[in-house]
Nanobody
C-alpha cells in the first residue's frame, strides 16, 4: 500500500516561507507527484506537479513563489513556499501516482496570518 505522508505545515506571517515534505511510504519509486490544497469552503485545487523526469507545472497564483522538487529517493517530493500570502492558507495534500493509481496523503495545515 502506497501512503504519502506530509510534514512541514504550520503558522507563518505574510511574506514568510515554509517547506513542505512528502514521503510516499510503502514503495521505493513512484511516477508523478503533486501538491494540492483546499481552503475552507473551497474545492481542492492543484498547486504544483512534477513528473518522474522532473517536468513541473504550477497554478498561476503560485508561479514564481513556490518551487516543487523531487528528493534523491524516488518517493519524496518537496514544496518550497516563499512570499506567502493569507490566501495561501489551506490544507495542503500530497499525492503520488503509481501504475495508474493515485494515492493521497492526509494533509498538512498551512496558515498565513499576522
Amino acid at each position: 500500500q502506497v501512503q504519502p505522508v506530509e510534514s512541514g505545515g504550520g503558522l507563518v506571517q505574510p511574506g514568510g516561507s515554509l517547506r513542505l515534505s512528502c514521503v510516499a511510504s510503502g514503495i521505493f519509486r513512484v511516477n508523478a507527484m503533486g501538491w494540492y490544497r483546499q481552503a475552507p469552503g473551497k474545492e481542492r485545487e492543484l498547486v504544483a506537479t512534477i513528473s518522474s523526469g522532473g517536468d513541473t507545472n504550477y497554478v498561476d497564483s503560485v508561479e514564481g513563489r513556490f518551487t516543487i522538487s523531487r528528493g534523491n529517493a524516488g518517493n519524496t517530493v518537496y514544496l518550497q513556499m516563499n512570499s506567502l500570502k493569507p490566501e495561501d492558507t489551506a490544507v495542503y495534500y500530497c499525492n503520488a501516482e503509481f501504475r495508474g493509481l493515485i494515492f493521497w496523503g492526509q494533509g498538512t495545515q498551512v496558515t498565513v496570518s499576522s
